[in-house]
């Protein structure tokens, strides 16, 4: 089983990243999706997560809600988190989970830093 994230990196505040998960090894469209984050000196909190393929239901922490969307593509067995008007606050190591309530499995995660 593997979750590969990607698409991390250095952005300006009110900057634009789009990270994406790659999953393989699973069944990818029975499983929940989630992206957490976890600053320095912080615990690890969710940002977004989206239900299995039947529903897609989405959900946002407050501290994001209206500036990042997360989708997935079913066919490619691939989330993405689309992050606009970005903050210094949301820099932090960005992980991807996916979750069947029988098993759980993480990425390695991916830097975002939001500095000018």
């Known amino acids: 089983v593997q979750l590969v994230e990607s698409g991390g990196g250095l952005v300006q505040p009110g900057g634009s990243l789009r990270l994406s998960c790659a999953t393989s090894g699973i069944l990818f469209s029975i499983y929940n999706m989630g992206w957490y984050r976890q600053a320095p000196g912080k615990q690890r909190e969710l940002v977004a997560s989206i239900t299995s393929a039947g529903s897609g239901r989405t959900n946002y922490a407050d501290s994001v809600k209206g500036r990042v969307t997360m989708s997935r593509d079913n066919a490619k067995n691939t989330v993405y988190l689309q992050m606009n008007s970005l903050k210094p606050e949301d820099t932090a190591v960005y992980y991807c989970?996916?979750?069947?309530?029988?098993?759980?499995?993480w990425g390695q995660g991916t830097q975002v830093t939001v500095s000018s």
């Open positions: 989970k996916a979750d069947s309530t029988l098993q759980i499995y």
